[in-house]
Each structure stands twice: as structure tokens, then as C-alpha cells.
């Protein structure tokens, strides 16, 4: 496994990151979908011993257990400085008032419940879960350099947003010499390409690495169109239904065109669609899940599989523009 700097920064990461909403407890939160420790444990070692040492969760995952789960499996595998851990916030943790938001109250509250569900003093990368309109930029970037001040995050980052809204914050950062974002997670895979018009740009520009999550689309891209994507996740999943509904004749173009480079490669179609995202220019390191164990082969072997100009422009031919989604 690659070993690659996160944007412009001195963290050294894993070229694939795992995603570590799929663990955690399935009657607490929105995800009834996720599975606990014991099941978990299988592909978080795997992970490891494959070379992946960054692990990305966020303290909304589960309400909280998949922090939980994500640290205490961690814990298992040797010294806190092998493992890189990512968290989150901003999604509702609890009722009332400072219970969700990037206020300065609920990013100080919520940093410190998350590292005590995670067992460690700090986390390696700490990344503001979309943005917050209700919040002054000022205060919240503001709040997250005093984490990072007070050793409790190493870097910061941020997800799914405007790119003004991103340079903006940055430019807070920047005017008020306090710690700067190092990293986007981002939505990013061959059926919504939209943030390569302002946001990758933008992240190449500055030094910002990219972290993209729903590199395999929900699973769409691993899988002929027509093929039932049923199970429990797919019928449970309220946020994925949300995605992928328009375009479908583009769609099932660019999934044939998956299938048919998988094809002419004879490997698996989720590894054709990973090399796409993991080669393209602005991407750090894509975030994968993992529930079955062939899904951490897959990653790994990806990073090996190198594409083609022309396996490129076959995947990229039927692509047409989209409202963004996923903010």
C-alpha cells in the first residue's frame, strides 16, 4: 500500500482510506444497516495488514457507536502512532440546544465526547461535516484552531460543500492567521463528477488534499445496471436513496462502460471504478467501505491497476452535468 501526503500538509496517510460508517450499532442512530464490533473486526484487521492505516468515522455514524467500535478495534492493533483516525462533526448528537451545528458549544463539546468514545487524546484528522449556515465562519474556525491548539486534533478538514464556501472559510483562516483546512471529503465517482468544475481545481491549487467518499457510487458501479441492488442497507439507507435518481440513460452508459473494461481486464468492476477516481488529479485518497471481504481486496488491488488514455475516455464518454448532490 502507497503511502501519500494529505494535500500540503505532513500527514502521511494510506493511498486508501477505510470508511467505518458501516460499523456500529444498529439500533442507535440512522444507520440500522451497520454491523457491530464483532463483525467488524474481520475488515478493520484486514484492512491493516494490508497496509491501510487511516480510518475515517464521524461522531453522527451509529450516534456515536462507531466511534466507539472504530477505537476500540484500533486499540487491538498496536501503537495509537500506526493508525491515522479521522472523525467528524456537526450532525445532531443529542436534543436541545448546542446538540448539533458548528457553533463554538457544540464543536467543544463534541470533540472531547468523541475522543472519549474513540479512547484516545487525539485524533489525526478533525473534519467540520458539511457546512453551517446558522454559524458565524469566524466563530467555527475559530473553535477549531483552539482544538487543534489545545493537541486535540493534529489537522482539520472539511466536507461536502460550495467551493465558496470552502475558499471562504479558508480566507477566515487565513486573515486571522488560525490553522487552515488540509483536506475536502467530497463526493466523487464516475456518475457525479461535478466538483471537478470548482472545488478540485480549487484544492489543487492550494494544496488541498482530496478525500473522496462514495468512490463506488453506493455500490452502482460495481455491478451490471439491471442487477438487484436490494438488501438491507440499499432498503434502509435513507440518505443513499437520495442519490444517483436523474440521468439514469447516462448512468447506465458509464456502468456499462465499467463493466466492459472490467471485463476486457478480467477483474472485478469495483476495481476498474476505483483506479478511475484513485488516478484522477486532485484525489489524495479515496474512503471505501467494507462488509465483505473482497471490498478491502478490491481497494488495494486498484491502486496497482493502471488505466489507459482510451479505458479513460470510455469511462468519462457518457457523463452529462448534474446537480451536485450530497451537501
Request: net charge negative.
Amino acid at each position: 500500500m502507497r503511502t501519500v501526503r494529505l494535500g500540503s500538509s505532513g500527514l502521511e496517510i494510506s493511498g486508501v482510506v477505510l470508511g467505518m460508517m458501516s460499523y456500529g450499532d444498529p439500533e442507535r442512530g440512522s444507520h440500522p444497516w451497520s454491523v457491530g464490533i464483532d463483525e467488524a473486526r474481520p475488515f478493520v484487521r484486514r484492512a491493516f495488514e494490508a497496509g491501510i492505516t487511516a480510518f475515517d468515522t464521524a461522531n453522527v455514524y451509529s450516534l456515536g457507536s462507531s466511534e466507539e467500535i472504530t477505537g476500540a478495534l484500533l486499540a487491538e492493533l498496536g501503537s495509537r502512532e500506526d493508525v491515522q483516525i479521522f472523525t467528524k462533526v456537526n450532525g445532531r448528537m443529542r436534543p436541545g440546544r448546542n446538540g448539533a451545528g458548528l457553533s463554538r458549544a457544540a464543536i467543544m463539546h463534541e470533540i472531547d465526547a468523541s475522543l472519549t468514545r474513540l479512547g484516545t487524546d487525539y485524533v489525526d484528522l478533525y473534519q467540520i461535516h458539511r457546512f453551517d449556515p446558522t454559524v458565524p465562519m469566524e466563530e467555527t474556525m475559530e473553535a477549531l484552531h483552539d482544538v487543534v491548539k489545545a493537541g486535540k486534533a493534529r489537522y482539520i478538514g472539511a466536507s461536502s460543500m460550495w467551493a465558496w464556501q470552502f475558499a471562504e472559510l479558508q480566507r477566515v483562516a487565513d486573515v486571522n492567521h488560525w490553522t487552515r483546512f488540509v483536506s475536502m471529503q467530497d463526493q466523487y465517482n464516475l456518475l457525479d463528477r461535478e466538483e471537478e468544475r470548482e472545488m478540485h481545481p480549487y484544492c489543487r491549487a492550494t494544496g488541498i488534499g482530496v478525500l473522496p467518499w462514495s468512490p463506488l457510487a453506493r455500490g452502482r458501479l460495481t455491478r451490471p445496471w439491471d442487477s438487484s441492488g436490494s438488501g438491507t442497507r440499499a432498503d434502509t439507507d435513507e440518505f443513499g436513496k437520495t442519490l444517483y435518481r436523474a440521468h439514469e440513460e447516462s448512468n447506465r452508459s458509464i456502468v456499462d462502460a465499467v463493466a466492459a473494461v472490467a471485463s476486457e481486464r478480467n477483474v472485478p468492476m469495483a476495481q476498474v471504478a476505483l483506479a478511475w477516481v484513485a488516478g484522477r488529479p486532485a484525489v489524495t485518497a479515496p474512503i471505501v467501505g467494507a462488509t465483505k471481504p473482497h471490498h478491502i481486496d478490491d481497494a488495494v488491488a486498484a491502486l496497482e491497476l493502471e488505466l489507459t488514455e482510451d479505458e479513460v475516455a470510455r469511462l468519462e464518454a457518457a457523463y452529462t452535468p448534474r446537480e451536485p448532490e450530497g451537501f
